[in-house]
């Protein structure tokens, strides 16, 4: 899938989701037993219960932890914030935690593969960028057990529902980066808290595929944006292609080897 990215071709499953669909493919996990479940709330339960052995026995394999709750809170701290880049001192803060123990719970949640930091991409081309990673709890459903939030609630929050489809996407992404005909690292960038582009997939060439996740079933050239200024001052030979994954269905050409792309193109 990676390799069609780079090389700007995008194709379609027959079945293709609206926005409600996304929701639900998100919420219904990658995890096996909770894909199997079709009750909202029985495999709300499920997590629920994931969360509870995870942080009370799967951590224990590894590591000593004298307070599997606080761990849990921690690791709700990070759901609230998923697809987003909070400083440690926020997440500390929230979590009531001190930094070490911080630190300590993220290499343990990165081992387990529940957890995942997106570094921040660098150049000396772009100047008065941010070095915050990007968070992300690797499954979508497991960020929504963790705060509490069903489809209802998710839909009814503009912020939450960017996050969760943002999330969803990296969800989709990961298991491919490895796949193509070069290995891809995952990046973000952030420029003086004003432009940002969600994600940045770069082949061990230098050259880039640059994206944005929009939670809306139209967009336009304006979303496009800071694609557009990222393509501009990199140039094209630097960025192949740039996206804008959406939750419509068709591909629509926004500018020069600038797109919108249903998210579904992932797997189609």
Known sequence: ???DLFDGTFPLPFERPDMMGYIDRALASGFPQGVKINSERTRSAWL???IDHLVGRDVALIAEIRDPMRLRRYLSTIAANTAGTPSVSTLVETAGLNR?????YDVLLERLFVTEQVPAWSSNRLSRLSAHPKRYVCDPALSAALIGA??????????LLGRMIDTFVVSQLRPELTLGRLPVTMFHLRQDGQKE???LLEERNGTLVAIEVKAANDV????ARHLLWLRDKLGPATVRASIVFYTGSHVIRLDERVWAVPICSLWG
Request: charged residues 45%; negative net charge.
């Open 150 to 159: 069903d489809r209802r609630a998710i839909l009814r929050d503009v912020d």
């Open 48 to 50: 629920n219960s994931y």
């Open 1 to 3: 899938m990676t390799d």
């Open 220 to 223: 336009n050239r304006s979303d």
């Open 197 to 199: 582009v969600d994600i």
């Open 100 to 104: 070490e123990t911080a630190q300590r």
